[in-house]
């Protein structure tokens, strides 16, 4: 991990799933594996950290609230081919929570990981 990478931590409900998903669609490599408890993996300057319940981010607020996994906040991947890469992804399996949508800046679609956290799959306007 150098200081110019960006970690996002995903709660998720199987670290080897998600590990799985990350790697096998999407080019993450492995930077730890430490299941069931915690996992990170990386793509160029970005390392997602994969903790499950036994994790030290998945013990319980002292409130009382539990993390949980599938929010709506997400990284984004900018992709070269949007159309293509979904049509890629769909077939290995990918669940996506909407279709192509486009606006000013772009396309993009949300892809869903094994535990519901999405990753953002964007095209900018002119490619």
Known sequence: ??????????????????VDWYVGHFGFAVQLNAAPAFASVERGPIRILLSGRTSSAGRPMPDGRQPEPGGWNRLQ???????????????????????????????????????????????????
């Open 1 to 18: 991990m150098s200081e110019s990478s960006v970690n996002v931590r995903y709660m998720v409900s199987d670290v080897q799933a998600a």
């Open 77 to 127: 991947l900018v992709m070269g081919d949007l159309a293509a890469e979904v049509a890629r992804l769909r077939d290995e399996g990918v669940q996506f929570r909407n279709d192509i949508l486009s606006g000013p800046g772009g396309s993009q679609i949300l892809a869903e990981d094994p535990s519901g956290n999405v990753l953002e799959l964007f095209q900018p306007a002119g490619r």
